[in-house]
């Protein structure tokens, strides 16, 4: 399930993106690309599914997160190029 949304949650630190990324997967049908660290402390949660469940599942990835560390950036792109998808999708 690959779906045609691409979801970015960037938090600071591994307990907030392993927090954010348990939400995200229990509340919209999406799928753990994997956590990725991205320098100095912070840790980028990528996900991919249908648009809707991307978006219901970054927000709730946010505000998961945002209880115990700080959200630095989230993103949801809808139906990426390929060129974007050939980058994060294996």
């Known amino acids: 399930m690959r779906g045609d949304a691409l979801g970015l949650i960037e938090v600071v630190g591994l307990a907030a ?18 956590l990725e660290p991205s320098g100095q402390g912070m840790v980028t949660v990528k996900i991919a599914g249908d648009v809707g469940a991307v978006t219901a599942a970054v927000e709730a990835a946010c505000a998961a997160a945002g209880r115990l560390s700080r959200v630095y950036a989230s993103r949801v792109i809808a139906r990426p190029d390929s060129a974007v998808t050939q980058e994060f999708l294996p």
Do not use: W
Request: hydrophobic letters at 55%; one cysteine or more.
């Open 17 to 34: 993106a392993c927090e954010a990324a348990d939400a995200a997967v229990k509340t919209a049908n999406v799928e753990l690309l994997g």
